[in-house]
């Protein structure tokens, strides 16, 4: 069983960054696909980024690209999502989540979830 705990969330203004990190226990994160999703109020929960175990490969959103940076360290359990050039649409709930599988974006396909940071990105 993994248990997943982000933080880093917080309030920015228009075009700042941030870091999230994802800190796992339980279980090591060497073996698996990790991932961040985001949930703005009244919509469905939306794939972000993920990276192979490896940490080869990302692959991101559209609306995220040249923007955000999925990053992971194994030695230390975390996984890190930098977020640059924030935008008011950025502002959501944002989760990390554990897979073994690759490449997917659907939710359904990630078995473990952490419980989530708000990210607020003031105009």
């Known amino acids: 069983q993994v248990q997943l705990v982000e933080s880093g969330g917080g309030l920015v203004q228009d075009g700042g960054s941030l870091t999230l990190s994802c800190a796992a226990s339980g279980h090591t994160l060497s073996t698996y696909t990790m991932a961040w999703f985001r949930q703005a109020p009244g919509k469905e929960r939306e794939f972000v980024g993920g990276i192979r175990w490896t940490g080869s490969s990302p692959y991101y959103t559209e609306s995220v690209k040249g923007r955000f940076t999925i990053s992971r360290d194994n030695a230390k359990d975390t996984v890190y999502l930098q977020m640059n050039n924030l935008k008011p649409e950025d502002t959501a709930v944002y989760y990390c989540?554990?897979?073994?599988?690759?490449?997917?974006?659907?939710?359904?396909?990630?078995?473990?979830w952490g419980q989530g940071t708000q990210v607020t990105v003031s105009e």
């Open positions: 989540a554990a897979t073994f599988l690759y490449g997917y974006t659907e939710a359904r396909n990630y078995h473990y």
